[in-house]
């Protein structure tokens, strides 16, 4: 079956730290993988995607590489903000099952100034 | 603008009463989604419709439903049967040829 798992979190780090969020997945097919941030009360986002093995999606700073040979899509920024302080969620979607997405349990990311 | 919007943003209600949670979007998307988040935790596939008038039981999907008139909408229906009703709520749609979801600002629903 397909599962995504995350880092557990809480993570907190000093504003300009580099930030790394472990995520790796298990698909039977050849899934779409996408890094998700949700702020405090609101809904998700979605921050970057990568549709293929080798791929590299990346958005505001944040990047993410889809590695098939370690089944994983790490999130990595290097110097972050008080305002990237979040939930980030690791996911993937297969069209073997319509689509449907498969979520990780969200890494709590705190920035301290 | 295009978005998916989800009203009302909080909701009370007192248990053994139906609520309906309303979801509209305006970005021709095929499929919606719902899921439920509790504090702390990930996000849970309720139902889904992939195209008007049908749709697909998720992984919670006991005490809810669901109905898919029109593109544009999907109303989820939390029953009184649902045991632990109070969550914040999330829809979701997708173009079906692209795969990402994109997410209303969700409703928490608190039942006392």
């Known amino acids: 079956g397909n599962s995504v798992t995350q880092m557990e979190g809480p993570v907190t780090l000093s504003e300009e730290a580099f930030l790394t969020i472990n995520c790796t997945y298990t698909a039977t097919g050849y899934p779409s993988l996408f890094w998700y941030v949700q702020y405090p009360g609101e809904g998700l986002q979605l921050l970057l995607k990568?549709?293929?093995?080798?791929d590299k999606g990346s958005n505001k700073g944040f990047e993410a590489t889809y590695r098939k040979e370690t089944t994983s899509f790490h999130l990595e920024k290097g110097s972050v903000q008080v305002s990237d302080s979040a939930v980030y969620f690791c996911a993937l979607s297969d069209r073997n099952t319509g689509n449907q997405f498969y979520f990780g349990t969200g890494t709590s990311l705190t920035v301290i100034p | 603008d295009g978005g998916i919007t989800q009203s009302p943003k909080y909701l009370f209600r007192k248990e053994g009463q139906n609520v309906t949670l309303s979801c509209e979007q305006n970005?021709?998307?095929?499929?919606m989604y719902w899921y439920r988040q509790d504090p702390g935790q990930g996000l849970r596939l309720i139902y889904y419709s992939q195209i008007v008038n049908d749709f697909q039981k998720g992984d919670i999907a006991e005490g809810y439903s669901v109905s898919r008139e029109k593109k544009e909408s999907f109303p989820l229906t939390v029953t009184s049967a649902q045991k632990n009703p109070t969550a914040f709520y999330l829809c979701?749609?997708?173009?079906?040829?692209?795969?990402?979801?994109?997410f209303g600002p969700g409703t928490r629903l608190t039942v006392t």
């Open positions: 970005l021709n998307h095929d499929a």
């Open positions: 990568a549709t293929k093995a080798d």
């Open positions: 979701a749609s997708s173009p079906q040829a692209r795969g990402e979801q994109y």
